[in-house]
């Protein structure tokens, strides 16, 4: 059901702007790495009233909501995914009274909040785990963690065979309080996040407040990390594969993630979730990190009672390639949307390199084959039934940032393997806001005021201003996608048919009279529809679609 509540013209068409009663389900929502943003004291590090002060910008982008990443008290040593206490801010990013003024400005602007909410681990400062090692073995305070024995010669070997997903062993050796070697500790990623023990219920009730205290506050809901995380086999016995997840970045562990009882928790939080909309009419949102070898497992977490959404990350994953996108985007309408949700499609995010250097951009430079790919890309992305995530800086078209230097770099994947492979400080750059040198807008510090990492000339093209200006720009091709994407009924929610094209060319139709088609080639083709589209990635004559474009028609089929 669809209330109309205003008008515009875009490229010649008007357009009803709608809201969507279930507004989740087509909801596109603005990737916000805190830290990055925007700064707002000149220390270098974004920070929430920088947040608040950018929110106009992303009202006049089109947004429906944002997702901060963690601002949590924490050491920092994995960006605030390990976190030390799970109800307030860090002071590097503000206190809760500008948390409150930032969903308070968010709100009269119609933009939703959503918060990042870390349930797999926690930081080894959290009270509990300084608590844990101070308690000794056999404890309660032990049993919230995973506390084992361990193996060979007096427990000098870690009780199992398990490797953290950034390299080396995923066991810690602890001192006890006596002062001689003891336990192990569980950590899937670092040794500064210690695995939360979910069957132990003293954690359950935990996030239970955690939850209530931002929702209480007002908030709209919850991105979760790890989502297939939580619980592990519960005789934490060897793999046949210990190194799978190091190897391949990825929670693929079998005995450490996507364990059958963590559904049993999402019934719990949709259930809290569904307490607070019963009480006022506003709809709560959970939306999973959920990373499974197929659609069909991934379907699973968002059966009606469970996560509203969960990242569908097969489509950032595909290679550039009509037959490996039409694959992707079936499949999901197939598995996902037939449990009654809707696909959550994603591009980029704070943990991938981004589209233009993905699809094959060179280092520098702002222009080539990556940006045109990368430009299509958003164009389908956008015209898929379901909702949508954007990651900062995508709407400028920004490239990865591959050569920062070795002592810059606060990766902790490169702290624990000393590899740069798929490290991730290159996407999460402080963005440019305006003028040609850094720190391009980004520090309201004095002369000489330096960003956390250092942002390359090259930004200078792909700052907030120039893009604003330059109606060719990525940002104007999100804006006009994002506007269509909220006016036009065969858009957003919905579903699909594949239309007949050339093998390089995915094409296909939405709704009454809307035809999107990618050129995966290099090559022109002819175009799927007749006459000047509604919106291309790049120049599109009437009756062609060059290579490497998107394109939207409106118009009888």
């Known amino acids: 059901m669809h209330n109309v509540s205003s008008h515009r013209q875009v490229n ?72 030390a206490d799970y109800c307030d801010v860090d002071p590097l990013f503000g206190d809760l009274a500008e948390f409150d003024l930032l969903v308070a400005a968010a709100r009269r602007l119609g933009v939703k909040v959503l918060l990042d909410v870390v349930p797999n681990h926690c930081s080894s400062e959290h009270p509990w785990f300084r608590e844990a090692l101070a308690a000794g073995p056999g404890s309660p305070a032990r049993a919230r963690f995973h506390f084992a024995d361990g193996r060979g010669p007096g427990g000098c070997e870690p009780p199992n ?99 059958p009882e963590v559904h049993d928790v999402w019934r719990h939080w949709r259930a809290v979730c569904e307490e607070y909309t ?43 390639s009509a037959d490996a996108f039409r694959k992707v985007v079936s499949e999901a309408m197939q598995d996902i949307a037939g449990t009654g949700s809707t696909v959550t499609w994603v591009l980029n995010n704070h943990d991938q390199v981004r589209t233009v250097t993905r699809y094959g951009e060179p280092a520098a430079g702002g222009s080539g084959l990556g940006t045109s790919r990368a430009r299509a890309a958003a164009l389908l992305m956008l015209a898929l039934p379901g909702a949508a995530y954007i990651y900062q800086g995508e709407e400028l078209g920004l490239p990865e940032v591959v050569d920062l230097p070795d002592d810059v770099l606060t990766d902790p994947i490169f702290r624990r393997t000393g590899s740069r492979a798929r490290i991730r400080d290159g996407c999460r750059v402080p963005l440019p806001w ?26 200078a093209e792909h700052a907030t201003d120039r893009a604003l200006a330059d109606t060719r720009s990525f940002w104007h091709l999100y804006r006009d996608g994002l506007q269509l994407r909220s006016a036009l ?61 998107a394109a939207w028609w409106l118009g009888d089929l």
């Open 12 to 83: 010649g068409v008007t357009l009803q702007r709608i809201d969507t009663r279930h507004w989740w389900r087509d909801a596109v929502i603005y990737q916000v790495y805190v830290r990055s943003f925007l700064d707002s004291t000149g220390d270098g590090v974004g920070d929430l009233a920088g947040v608040r002060a950018g929110l106009p910008y992303l009202r006049k982008l089109g947004v429906d909501g944002i997702w901060l990443s963690p601002f949590y008290p924490s050491p920092q040593h994995d960006h605030g995914y390990d976190v």
């Open 161 to 259: 065979n398990w490797h953290a997903m950034f390299g080396g062993p995923a066991w810690s050796r602890v001192t006890e309080p006596d002062g001689r070697p003891g336990q192990w500790y569980l950590h899937m990623f670092t040794p500064e996040q210690p695995d939360w023990n979910w069957r132990t219920p003293e954690v359950a009730a935990e996030f239970d407040r955690v939850l209530r205290f931002w929702l209480d506050r007002g908030v709209d809901g919850f991105r979760i990390d790890v989502a297939a995380g939580l619980f592990k086999h519960p005789d934490l016995p060897d793999s046949p594969d210990p190194e799978a997840d190091a190897r391949t970045r990825d929670s693929v562990n079998p005995l450490a993630w996507n364990r």
């Open 278 to 320: 019963a009480r006022d009419g506003r709809e709560r949102l959970l939306v999973g990190e959920v990373s499974v070898p197929t659609a069909r497992e991934h379907a699973r977490y968002v059966r009606p009672d469970e996560l509203h959404q969960a990242f569908f990350f097969d489509l950032l994953s595909a290679p550039w």
């Open 434 to 459: 305006s003028g040609q040198a850094s720190p391009f807008g980004f520090t309201s510090g004095a002369e000489g005021a330096k960003p956390w990492l250092p942002q390359p000339d090259y930004f």
């Open 489 to 549: 009924p065969q858009l957003g929610e919905g579903t699909l048919r594949w239309l007949d094209s050339p093998p390089d060319v995915l094409a296909f139709a939405r709704g009454d009279g809307l035809v999107c088609a990618v050129n995966f080639g290099t090559a022109p083709t002819p175009a799927p529809a007749p006459g000047t589209p509604l919106l291309s990635s790049d120049p599109c004559p009437a009756g062609v679609l060059p290579g490497s474009t």
